[in-house]
C-alpha cells in the first residue's frame, strides 16, 4: 500500500527528525537521494549537461547540493536562481566549489533540467518570473522535479496556472497526495520516494493511500468448502431500459465477475431478454439479496423508483451502489441517516450536477469534491476520472477529527488503468463488480476501491495500448483477479 501525507504532516515529522540530527544532515540525506535518481537518468554523468532551476527555499537548497554531486562526478552544471539574493547560500557555495556555475539563462545544449523553484510549500501556479524560466527550458530535455513539480499544490494536486511538467519526480520521506490525484500526477512522471527516515503516522493517517496488489487480493472475497450461491452473496441489478439495454447487459457482466454466487436482475422485458440471452446464469425478477446496484441505464423520470429502492434497502439493511441515473435528481436527505451502507460512482459530469458547480472545478479540485460528496450525501462515494478516488462517508469536511489533511479521513486513490477506459459502457462494468464485491461482504469504500482496482488492471491488459470495448474489460476481469491473489512477488 501507498501512502500520501499531507503537507502538515510531513513537516511535522521533518521537525522532529531535524531536532535529532546535526544541522544540514537533512538536506544532506535528501541531496544525495536526488543526485542518484538524476544519475540513473543519464545513464553517464561524466560530460553530462545539467541545469538547475533554483528557487529561494530548501528545495532550491535540495538541487544545489545534488547539482555539486554532480559536478563532483564530471557533469557539467549550470544554475539559475529565480532570486540570487535569497538562494541557499550553502549550497550555492557547495556548486561553485564543485566546479559549477551560475548563468542567468537556461542553458539550450542541456540534457537535463533539475526543477528546485518550489516545494511542497507552493501554491497557486508558479509565479510570473518562475514561469519565465520554466518558459527558457529547451525542448526535449527531461525534467527532474525535486520533492514534487513546482506549481502543483502538494495535498490536493490541482494546478492553479502555470506548472512544471516532469519525466521523474523525486520527493523525500513520503509520497504527498498531489503526487497521486490528477491533475498534479499526470504532470509528476514517474515518482520515486527517497527514504530520509522520517517518522509518520501509520495507514490510518495518511491523507491518501493507494491499494497495491498484495492489498487487493488480501481483501478479496474467497468461498470456503461450506459456501454456496447464497451464502457467497447475491447482487441485485435495477439497471437498464428501453433506450440503454447494454448497460444491464454490460453491469450484469461486472457483477457476475465480482465474487458474488448469483445476480439477480429485475427490469424491463426487453433488457430481460438481452441480459437472460448473453447470461444464462443470471436470476431474474426480485428476491433476497445481499446489496443492490442502481442506475445505470436507467433512462430519465425513474427517481421515484429509485427513492422507493433505496427506502426498502435502507429498512432491510442492505447496501446500495448508486450510479449513473439513480444519481439524478437525488436528495441529500434520502441517503442522510438511512442506516444502510451506500457507494455512490459519479463520473465528473455527475459529481458535479451533485454539487451544483460546473464540470471543470469538479475536475481541478478532484480531492475536495470527493470529500464534499462524502459529507453532503453522509455515504462512500466513488469518483470515476483519470485517477479515481474513493471516500469513504467519514472522509467529507465536517467529518470530526481522524486523520489525513484538515482532520478528515483518508481517501482511497486508485493508480491502475488506461487512457482507453474511456470508452462507453465501461462504468456499468465497475458499478456491477463493485456491486457483488459489497454482495460478498465488503465494506462501501473497500468495494469501491478494490473494484477499481481491478477495473482498470483488467483494462490495461485487456487494452494492450490499443482501443478497447466495455465488454472486454468485464471479460478480463478473471486475468486481473488471478494477478492479485498469484502467490509470489508483486
Given at each position: ?252 457482466a461486472g457483477a457476475l465477475r465480482g465474487g458474488a454466487g448469483a445476480v439477480r436482475y429485475v427490469g424491463p422485458a426487453h433488457a430481460s431478454e438481452m441480459v437472460l440471452a448473453r447470461y444464462p446464469e443470471v436470476l431474474a425478477g426480485r428476491g433476497r439479496v445481499q446489496a443492490w446496484v442502481v442506475g445505470p441505464g436507467l433512462g430519465a423520470g425513474r427517481e421515484e423508483e429509485v427513492a422507493e429502492l433505496l427506502a426498502s434497502a435502507a429498512a432491510e439493511g442492505v447496501p446500495v451502489l448508486v450510479d449513473a441515473d439513480g444519481l439524478r435528481g437525488l436528495d441529500p436527505g434520502v441517503l442522510r441517516g438511512r442506516g444502510a451502507p451506500v457507494l455512490m460512482t459519479p463520473h465528473a459530469g455527475e459529481a458535479a450536477a451533485l454539487l451544483g ?134
Amino acid at each position: 500500500m501507498r501512502t500520501a501525507y499531507s503537507v502538515e504532516t510531513v513537516r511535522a515529522a521533518e521537525r522532529e527528525l531535524m531536532a535529532r540530527l546535526p544541522e544540514g544532515a537533512l538536506m544532506q540525506r535528501a541531496a544525495a537521494g536526488l543526485a542518484a535518481a538524476c544519475a540513473g537518468l543519464l545513464r553517464r554523468v561524466y560530460g553530462a549537461r545539467v541545469a538547475l532551476l533554483v528557487g529561494t527555499g530548501d528545495n532550491g537548497g535540495d538541487a544545489l547540493y545534488a547539482g555539486a554531486r554532480l559536478a563532483r562526478r564530471g557533469a557539467g552544471v549550470t544554475a539559475v536562481l529565480l532570486d540570487p539574493e535569497r538562494a541557499h547560500a550553502g549550497g550555492l557555495a557547495a556548486l561553485r566549489g564543485a566546479g559549477g556555475r551560475v548563468a542567468v539563462r537556461v542553458p539550450q545544449r542541456v540534457d537535463l533540467v533539475v526543477d528546485g523553484l518550489l516545494g511542497i510549500g507552493g501554491r497557486g501556479g508558479l509565479r510570473p518570473a518562475a514561469a519565465a524560466l520554466v518558459a527558457q527550458v529547451p525542448p526535449g530535455a527531461r525534467i527532474v522535479a525535486v520533492d514534487l513539480p513546482s506549481g502543483v499544490d502538494a495535498d490536493t494536486g490541482e494546478v492553479a496556472g502555470a506548472a512544471v511538467r516532469a519525466d521523474l519526480t523525486v520527493t523525500f520521506g513520503a509520497y504527498k497526495p498531489g503526487l497521486l490525484i490528477d491533475p498534479g500526477a499526470e504532470r509528476a512522471g514517474e515518482v520515486r520516494l527517497v527514504d530520509i527516515g522520517l517518522a509518520l503516522p501509520g495507514p490510518d493517517g495518511a491523507a491518501v493511500r493507494a491499494l497495491g496488489r498484495a492489498d487487493v487480493g488480501a481483501l478479496l472475497p474467497r468461498p470456503s468448502a461450506e459456501s454456496d450461491k447464497y451464502r457467497r452473496g447475491v447482487v441485485g441489478v435495477v439497471a437498464g431500459s428501453a433506450q440503454y439495454p447494454g448497460a444491464a447487459v454490460l453491469c450484469v457482466a461486472g457483477a457476475l465477475r465480482g465474487g458474488a454466487g448469483a445476480v439477480r436482475y429485475v427490469g424491463p422485458a426487453h433488457a430481460s431478454e438481452m441480459v437472460l440471452a448473453r447470461y444464462p446464469e443470471v436470476l431474474a425478477g426480485r428476491g433476497r439479496v445481499q446489496a443492490w446496484v442502481v442506475g445505470p441505464g436507467l433512462g430519465a423520470g425513474r427517481e421515484e423508483e429509485v427513492a422507493e429502492l433505496l427506502a426498502s434497502a435502507a429498512a432491510e439493511g442492505v447496501p446500495v451502489l448508486v450510479d449513473a441515473d439513480g444519481l439524478r435528481g437525488l436528495d441529500p436527505g434520502v441517503l442522510r441517516g438511512r442506516g444502510a451502507p451506500v457507494l455512490m460512482t459519479p463520473h465528473a459530469g455527475e459529481a458535479a450536477a451533485l454539487l451544483g458547480v460546473g464540470r471543470e472545478e469538479v475536475e481541478r479540485e478532484r480531492l475536495a469534491s470527493v470529500r464534499e460528496l462524502a459529507g453532503r450525501y453522509g455515504c462512500a462515494v466513488l469518483l470515476k476520472g483519470s485517477t479515481t478516488l474513493v471516500a469513504g462517508a467519514g472522509a467529507g469536511a465536517g467529518a470530526g477529527a481522524g486523520a489525513g489533511a484538515g482532520g478528515r479521513g483518508p481517501v482511497w486513490v486508485n493508480g491502475t488503468g488506461t487512457p482507453w477506459l474511456a470508452t462507453a459502457g465501461s462504468g456499468d462494468v465497475l458499478s456491477g463488480l463493485a456491486g457483488s464485491l459489497l454482495a460478498g461482504g465488503l465494506g462501501v469504500a473497500e468495494a469501491g476501491a478494490v473494484a477499481a482496482h481491478l477495473h482498470g488492471l483488467a483494462a490495461r491488459g485487456a487494452a494492450g495500448g490499443a482501443p478497447l470495448l466495455a465488454h472486454e474489460v468485464a471479460e478480463a476481469l478473471p486475468t486481473a483477479w488471478r494477478a492479485v491473489v498469484a502467490p509470489g512477488p508483486r
